[in-house]
């Protein structure tokens, strides 16, 4: 199993960052794909998640109506849009995969930094 996220970067306050996620090797039980960030000093918080279909999307307080989860399962990839970002966005991103019970597979994250 295998989950590679990407797209991280420096930007500044107000900007945006596309990330993105590509998986091989998963159960087909694990049809749940997710977003998680961690930042330094910080506990692993949870972002968003998506449903196989795409039609069920759930969103952390903290980034709704800024962030929006998409997947292409033609591609097995899922993104990340992170639009009006602050610096408290400022994280590692990994994604995840698992099902209605929880995450069960974690990739490598990508560092996101917005300045002020």
């Known amino acids: 199993v295998q989950l590679q996220a990407s797209g991280g970067g420096l930007v500044q306050a107000g900007g945006s960052l596309r990330l993105s996620c590509a998986a091989s090797g998963l159960p087909i039980t694990t049809l749940i794909r997710g977003w998680f960030r961690q930042a330094p000093g910080k506990e692993r918080e949870f972002i968003s998640s998506?449903?196989?279909?795409?039609?069920?999307?759930t969103y952390a307080d903290s980034v709704k109506g800024r962030f929006t989860i998409s997947r292409d399962n033609a591609k097995n990839m899922v993104y990340l849009q992170m639009n009006s970002l602050k610096p408290e966005d400022t994280a590692v991103y990994s994604c995840?995969?698992?099902?209605?019970?929880?995450?069960?597979?974690w990739g490598q994250g990508t560092l996101v930094t917005v300045s002020s």
């Open positions: 995840a995969a698992g099902s209605s019970i929880g995450f069960r597979y």
């Open positions: 998506i449903n196989w279909s795409g039609s069920s999307t």
